[in-house]
C-alpha cells in the first residue's frame, strides 16, 4: 500500500503538475471532518495519494460498486445517500475519533462553480463538535474526468492545485430549531468553502496581460473573446494586436507613468488596454460623459501628458472641443493614426512576439478610475491588477461563470463597474464579452441580447428600467444572470424583470475604491431587497452615527480594496487600514448588507437625521413618479432644510404632506420647497448627478418653486 501512494504521488506531480498546501495544519487528535468542494471523478483518488492514511472517505454505494479496486487502497465507508440511516452512519465514525472525508455538495460540480451544501453535514457537525477543513480543489474542473466538458475545453492532464484552509467549529444552539441550525451550519460550511477557494486562487504580483496569455492557453486561441458591432477577437487576434500596438506605443509612450484612455466599449479599447498592461504602464480611464474641465482636472490629478482615442469616436461622440481643449494640456494619439503607421517590420515583430508568449514588461500594474459625483476636483482611485483580480476572483466564487455563457456590456469602461465585471473578468476567464458604446439605446440593446444569445447582463436599476419597458418578453430567454449594482434596485424595476422576463435580479453594492463589488445577491444566497453579502475575504466594521439608532458607517478591509488615492495638487495617498465606503448600512442576522443612504445624503434637521434616499422614496411613492431627487441647502433656522427637485410642474407639496400624514411617516420627511427642473442630471453610470443638481436647483429656486 504505501509503495502505491508514494507511485501516486510522483505520477500525480508529473501528470497534473499537482500542488497541495496545508497539509500541516491536520490534525486527527479530536474529531475532524475534511470538506472539500467536488470538481471531478479525479477529487477522491488526488486526496487519498495525499491525506495521512487515517483519513476515511465517504463513497456512494453506487460509485463503491465501480470502483471496488481502487477502493481497496484506503479506508472508506459506503452510504446511500437517499437513506436517511446513511447520516447516522457518518456521525457515529466521526465520534468514534475516525476523520472523515466527505464533500459537502454530495456531487460532482455540473456548473462549474460550487452547489448546494446539504444540511446533512451540518447535522454532523453540530452533534460531533469536529474541527472541519475546507478544501479548496482548482483544475480538476478542466480534466476529461469532469462533468462540465459541454460548457470548458477539457484536457486529459490539467495543472491541479490544492490547498487546505483553517479549520473551524460550529457550536450548537440549544434555543433553535434543528432544522434551522442544520441550514445555518451548512450556510457557514459554504461560506468558509467560498473564502478558502479564493484564498488558493490570488496571485500575488498578477499582471493581467499574462493573465490573458494563460487564459488564452487553457480556453484555445482560436476561441473568439471580445465582439463588438464591427468584429469579432479570438484570443489569437486579441494578443497579437496588443503586442503590434504596444510595439507602436512604446517608442511614444517612453517614461510614462500612466496614460490617459478616451474610448467607448469597443475591441479597440479592449486591445488598447492590454496593450498597455503589456507594457507596464498605467491606463487611466477619461470618463467621457464628465464634461471638460473634469477631464482636464483628470488629466492634471493622473499627471497625463498623452491621451489615447479614436477619430470616428471624437466625431460621432461630437468631443471635438472637448479634445481641442485636453489637445493644449496632453499629446493626443489616435489609434487610426497608429493602425495606418504599422510596417511589415511591426507585424513581423508582433508575430515573433505571439510565437515566444512574451509576457509583460516590468512597470507598473496599475489602473486609474476617476471619482464622480461628490469632489470639486476628480480623485483618481489607484488599482492593481491584484486587486482588479481580486475581485474577478471573489466573484467567481459565487457565480457558475463558463466559456458557455456569453456576456453583454454595455456599461462605459470608465465606470469600475463596467471594466471589471463587464471586460476583464470575461475575457480573463473564457466567457465572450460583446462590447456596445452606450447603456442608453434602450430599444437596440434588447435586440443585440436577443441576437447574440447573450446569458449574462450588467447594468444600473436606470438602465434595466428602460431594456425592461422597451423588450419584447422573449428578448432575454438565454439570460441567466442579470445583476445590478451602481444604485438602489427599484421594486418596480425588479418586480417588472419577474413579471414579464421570469428572470431575478440580483443585486449588488460596490464602490470604485473595491474594484468595485464589496456585496452581492448570488443563486446561492438570495434575500430581495437587500444588496446581498460581503464577497469572501473581505472584512467590515459599522462606525456610529450619532443620531442613527440602527447600523451605522459602512468601513471595509479586503484583497480588492485599492492601493490608494490620487489627489489634486497632492499626489499619491496611501489607503488607510479602513476605508470608508461613506454609506450607512444595516446587516442582518445572516449577513445581507440593506443600505440605508449615502452618509453625505443626510440632512440634520433640528439635531434629526434624515435620510434624503428615503425623502426620494416617499415622494415617489406619493406621485408615482420616479423623476425626483432631494437635496439639502444650509438653513439658518434648523440647520438644514431640504428641496425635492421634480420634472413634473403638476406635482403639489401638499399632496406629499397628506400622503406622509395617511402612511404615519415622520413629518421631517416632508420637504420645505419643490424645485421643477427640466430633467434630472446623470452620471455615465446612470445616477443621478447630484453635484450638478445642486447647481441647477440654486439656480431654479426662484422660478418654479413651491412653498
Known amino acids: 500500500m504505501p509503495v502505491v501512494m508514494a507511485f501516486l504521488k510522483i505520477l500525480f506531480r508529473v501528470l497534473f503538475k499537482l500542488n497541495i498546501s496545508g497539509l500541516e495544519k491536520l490534525d486527527f487528535s479530536r474529531p475532524t471532518i475534511l470538506m472539500p468542494n467536488h470538481v471531478s471523478l479525479l477529487d477522491a483518488v488526488l486526496l487519498a495519494a495525499y ?153 500575488p504580483g498578477v499582471n493581467l496581460f499574462d493573465e490573458l496569455l494563460l487564459q488564452a492557453s487553457r480556453h484555445g486561441r482560436g476561441r473568439v473573446i471580445c465582439e463588438d458591432i464591427a468584429q469579432k477577437l ?35 479599447h479592449a486591445i488598447a488596454l492590454f496593450a498597455l498592461f503589456r507594457l507596464g504602464i498605467t491606463p487611466a480611464m477619461l470618463n467621457f460623459s464628465a464634461g471638460t474641465q473634469s477631464l482636464l482636472d483628470a488629466c492634471d490629478t493622473a499627471v497625463l501628458h498623452t491621451i489615447l482615442t479614436s477619430r470616428q ?23 487610426e493614426d497608429v493602425r495606418k503607421d504599422i510596417r511589415f517590420s511591426h507585424k513581423l515583430g508582433a508575430f515573433a512576439d505571439l510565437l515566444t508568449g512574451q509576457r509583460a514588461d516590468k512597470g507598473f500594474n496599475d489602473v486609474i478610475l476617476f471619482t464622480s459625483g461628490s469632489e470639486s476636483k476628480p480623485k483618481g482611485v489607484v488599482l492593481g491588477h491584484e486587486q482588479l483580480f481580486a475581485n474577478m476572483q471573489q466573484a467567481l466564487t459565487l457565480f457558475d461563470f463558463t466559456p458557455a455563457d456569453k456576456l453583454f456590456n454595455a456599461l462605459p469602461m470608465f465606470h469600475s463597474f463596467g471594466l471589471t465585471a463587464g471586460t476583464l473578468l470575461p475575457i480573463l476567464n473564457g466567457v465572450t464579452v460583446v462590447l456596445y458604446p452606450s447603456p442608453l439605446h434602450y430599444r437596440v440593446i434588447p435586440e443585440l441580447v436577443y441576437d447574440r444569445n447573450a446569458t449574462v447582463i450588467f447594468g444600473t436599476s436606470t438602465f434595466l428600467a428602460g431594456y425592461g419597458r422597451a423588450a419584447h418578453p422573449y428578448d432575454f430567454h438565454a439570460v441567466r444572470y442579470a445583476v445590478a449594482g451602481a444604485e438602489k434596485l ?177 413629518p421631517l420627511l416632508l420637504p420645505s420647497r419643490l424645485v421643477v427642473i427640466d430633467k434630472l442630471p446623470l452620471l455615465g453610470s446612470g445616477k443621478t448627478d447630484y453635484v450638478t443638481l445642486q447647481k441647477l436647483a440654486e439656480s431654479a429656486a426662484d422660478k418654479g418653486v413651491q412653498d
Not at 466625431?315 to 489637445?327: C, G, H, Q
Open 490 to 666: 427599484k421594486d418596480e424595476v425588479r418586480e417588472l424583470w419577474s413579471r414579464k422576463f421570469g428572470i431575478r435580479i440580483l443585486e449588488g453594492y460596490g464602490t470604485t475604491e473595491a474594484a468595485p463589488i464589496v456585496t452581492i445577491n448570488s443563486p446561492l444566497a438570495y434575500k430581495p431587497g437587500t444588496v446581498g453579502r460581503l464577497l469572501p475575504g473581505m472584512r467590515c466594521r459599522l462606525q456610529e452615527i450619532p443620531g442613527i439608532e440602527r447600523g451605522g458607517s459602512l468601513q471595509i478591509q479586503g484583497p480588492n480594496v485599492m492601493k490608494g488615492y490620487l489627489i489634486h495638487g497632492q499626489g499619491f495617498v496611501p489607503r488607510p487600514e479602513w476605508y470608508d465606503c461613506g454609506d450607512v448600512v444595516e446587516f442582518d442576522e445572516r449577513g445581507f448588507m440593506t443600505i440605508k443612504s449615502r452618509l453625505k445624503r443626510f440632512a440634520k434637521i433640528g439635531g434629526e437625521m434624515i435620510s434624503l434616499q428615503t425623502v426620494e422614496e416617499t415622494a415617489a411613492e406619493c406621485y408615482n413618479d420616479a423623476a425626483l431627487a432631494a437635496i439639502s441647502v444650509e438653513d439658518g433656522r434648523k440647520g438644514e432644510r431640504i428641496l425635492l427637485c421634480v420634472t413634473n410642474p403638476n406635482h403639489k407639496l401638499s399632496e406629499l404632506k397628506a400622503y406622509i400624514t395617511e402612511k404615519g411617516h415622520p
Open 51 to 203: 491525506l495521512p492514511k487515517e483519513a476515511t472517505f465517504v463513497v456512494n454505494t453506487q460509485i463503491a460498486k465501480k470502483i471496488r479496486l481502487p477502493l481497496k487502497l484506503r479506508n472508506h465507508i459506503t452510504v446511500d445517500p437517499q437513506n436517511p440511516y446513511s447520516v447516522r452512519t457518518m456521525l457515529k465514525t466521526v465520534q468514534s475519533g475516525v476523520p472523515l472525508v466527505l464533500f459537502p455538495e454530495g456531487r460532482v460540480t455540473v456548473t462549474g462553480g460550487l452547489m448546494k451544501v446539504y444540511s446533512g453535514i451540518g447535522y454532523i457537525a453540530i452533534r460531533t463538535g469536529a474541527q472541519l477543513y475546507p478544501i479548496a480543489i482548482n483544475g480538476a474542473e478542466r480534466s476529461k474526468l469532469s462533468y462540465i466538458g459541454n460548457k470548458i475545453r477539457t484536457v486529459w492532464f490539467p495543472k491541479i492545485n490544492i490547498v487546505i484552509g483553517d479549520h473551524f467549529h460550529i457550536a450548537g444552539q440549544p434555543d433553535v430549531s434543528m432544522k434551522l441550525q442544520k441550514e445555518m451550519a451548512a450556510d457557514k460550511i459554504l461560506r468558509a468553502l467560498q473564502e478558502v477557494l479564493l484564498q488558493s486562487r490570488l496571485k
Open 313 to 335: 469616436f471624437v466625431e460621432k461622440a461630437k468631443l471635438a472641443d472637448t479634445v481641442a481643449a485636453l489637445e493644449k494640456k496632453c499629446k493626443i494619439v489616435y489609434l
Open 234 to 268: 479570438t484570443y489569437r487576434k486579441l494578443i497579437l494586436a496588443s503586442y503590434l500596438f504596444s510595439r507602436k506605443l512604446r517608442p511614444l509612450l517612453k517614461d510614462q507613468a500612466a496614460t490617459g484612455v478616451l474610448l467607448p466599449n469597443s475591441n479597440g
